[in-house]
T-cell receptor, first 110, second 112 residues
Framework: KNEVEQSPQNLTAQEGEFITINCSYSVGISALHWLQQHPGGGIVSLFMLSSGKKKHGRLIATINIQEKHSSLHITASHPRDSAVYICAVSSMDSNYQLIWGAGTKLIIKP | DSGVTQTPKHLITATGQRVTLRCSPRSGDLSVYWYQQSLDQGLQFLIQYYNGEERAKGNILERFSAQQFPDLHSELNLSSLELGDSALYFC???????????FGSGTRLTVV
């Protein structure tokens, strides 16, 4: 079993829909990261969470430390949100190297 | 521009050759991480440096080596290249270990 599990693996939605991507992890963590990778390959860090909830524009990330679960939400989705969204965790025990989930490929259709 | 600079962006080379990938971290960041993203294995941690010293090693092959220089830029050396080494190699930096990461745009290596 992978230490970081994401669901769904693939998600196709219509423009304007509310999107939720889930991430569960099985290790102790210092922080959880949500990252975005566009087809060109570049990776952008969206959020770093250790508790609670963070919001940036139309993106919202939440984490439940007790349940070892995080969600990334996109409100009013747009075709430019199409990308791979990756959940990763880091811990002091592993010198803060990132342990990656497999990613969720999101396609937003106009 | 994320502040992390990776060069070259693309590299095509033959099996058996040696290449060097370069990473300049964001200004002020002391930690540098190298990751490999291949089609069949996703993202894998290779190695981490902090202020010139190796901090952690991941799934890095013996044919690969890295170092971080006094000016904090880092180089990843890949030798005796094999077809399976074809991948996207990312560098990331953070101010200190555990703080937010900034990623470079990656070097796409194709071994033919």
């Amino acid at each position: 079993k992978n230490e970081v599990e994401q669901s769904p693996q693939n998600l196709t939605a219509q423009e304007g829909e509310f999107i939720t991507i889930n991430c569960s992890y099985s290790v102790g963590i210092s922080a959880l990261h949500w990252l975005q990778q566009h087809p060109g390959g570049g990776i952008v860090s969206l959020f770093m969470l250790s508790s609670g909830k963070k919001k940036h524009g139309r993106l919202i990330a939440t984490i439940n430390i007790q349940e070892k679960h995080s969600s990334l939400h996109i409100t009013a989705s747009h075709p430019r949100d199409s990308a791979v969204y990756i959940c990763a965790v880091s811990s002091m025990d592993s010198n803060y190297q990132l342990i990656w989930g497999a990613g969720t490929k999101l396609i937003i259709k106009p | 521009d994320s502040g992390v600079t990776q060069t070259p962006k693309h590299l095509i080379t033959a099996t058996g050759q040696r290449v060097t990938l370069r990473c300049s971290p964001r200004s002020g960041d002391l930690s540098v991480y190298w990751y490999q993203q291949s089609l069949d294995q996703g993202l894998q941690f290779l190695i981490q440096y902090y202020n010139g010293e190796e901090r952690a090693k991941g799934n890095i092959l013996e044919r690969f080596s890295a170092q971080q220089f006094p000016d904090l830029h880092s180089e990843l050396n890949l030798s005796s290249l094999e077809l399976g080494d074809s991948a996207l190699y990312f560098c990331a930096s953070s101010p200190v270990a555990g703080a937010g990461y900034t990623f470079g745009s990656g070097t796409r290596l194709t071994v033919v």
